[in-house]
C-alpha cells in the first residue's frame, strides 16, 4: 500500500445518521507523512453512494468515491490563528443540505473540510498557543501549502481531477483564491503540492485586500485596524509589501494566474461586523478588470453577521446548491 493511501485506509467510515441527507464521515485523515495536531482533512460522503458490506453498516475503510464524483472541498476561516474556527465549521451547512440535490444528479457528490497549521495566538482567552506546538506557529506560506497539499492528496487518492468546487470563509476564502493562482509566486516548496485547480470558487466574508483593511478598513471598522494589523502581522510578517503580494485583489492578471477558471461567487454580507462589504467588491472588479471572457463573477449579498453564515448552514447550503447548478459540474 502506497503512503498516499495508507492514511486514508488506515481511517475508518462512521455513519452520521442524524443529517438531513446521512453521511458517512471519514474523520482526520492526514495528508502529510508526519502530520502535525491539525494537518488533516474530514471526509463526508452521503450514506447512498456508499457500497455497504454484509458484516457492516460501513463500507470499507478503503473504499473510495468514484473518480466521476463531484467534490466540495471547504477551507475554514478564523484569521489564520484562530484555534476555535475549525475543519469541523462545515457540519451546520451539511445538515441543511436538501436531499434534493442529490436525488437531482446521477454523479456523486462528496465534501472535505481542510484543517491547516495556525499562526501564533499566545494571547487566545481559552486556547492560547504554546510556542512549541509545530501545529500553532505557522508562517505565510505555511498555511497555504497545508491547503495545495490537502487538495493534492485528495486529488491523487480519489482521482477526481478538477471535477471541484473550492469554497472558503474569511481568511479561507483568502487561501481559496491563493490556490488556484500560480504556485510559484508563493515560493519554496510549492511543487510538492501541485493540484489541479477548479473551476469554481466561492469566497464567503472573505478578506482579499490586507493593506487596505489594515490601514484604512473604512466607515464601521476602523475601532478593528490594530487587531487587523495583529493577525495580518502574525500570518505574513510585519513587511507592507508582503500583505499586499499575497492579497488577491492585487493580481495582475486574472486570465493568465488561473486559466481554469469559469465561475467564481463573491459572498459578503452587509450585516458583516468584521468584514466591510468593501473588501468583496475590490475583489469583483479585480476578477472583471483581468479574468478574462470565459470568467463569469457573480458577487452576492450575504445574510447576518461574520460567522452566521457557516455557524448557521442553511445560507451556505442554498449558495453551494446554486454554484453546483451554475457550474454545471
Known sequence: MTDIHRGWSSTPW?????????????????YTRLPNNLQHVHVWIPAQYAPREPQSKEPLPSWLPPPDTLWIIYIHGGAWRDPLETADDLVP??????????????????????????????????????????SRNATHPRHLLDVLTAISHLQRTAGFGSNYILAGHSCGAT?????????????????RATIEAPQTVLGLNGLY????????????????????RQFTSSAFGPDEHVWRAISPVYMENWAEEWPEGRHVFVVQSRG??????????ALEASLLKSGGRRLRVQLLEG????????KQGKFFAEILTRSIDVSGL
Open 93 to 134: 451547512t451539511l445538515e441543511s443540505l436538501s436531499p434534493a440535490l442529490f436525488a437531482s444528479r446521477e454523479a456523486p457528490v462528496a465534501f472535505a473540510s481542510i484543517s491547516y497549521s495556525l499562526s501564533a495566538y499566545p494571547q487566545h482567552s481559552t486556547h492560547p498557543s504554546s510556542p512549541s506546538d509545530p
Open 14 to 30: 462512521e455513519l452520521r445518521a442524524h443529517l438531513a441527507v446521512p453521511m458517512f464521515h471519514k474523520p482526520r485523515v492526514p
Open 272 to 281: 458583516d461586523t468584521l468584514v466591510p462589504f468593501s473588501q468583496a467588491e
Open 303 to 310: 445574510r447576518g453577521d461574520h460567522y452566521d453564515i457557516v
Open 175 to 191: 487561501l481559496a483564491f491563493q490556490a488556484v493562482v500560480n504556485p510559484a509566486r508563493w515560493g519554496t516548496d510549492m511543487d
Open 209 to 228: 485586500d490586507m493593506p487596505k483593511m489594515v490601514t484604512d478598513p473604512g466607515h464601521g471598522y476602523s475601532q478593528y485596524r490594530e487587531l487587523y
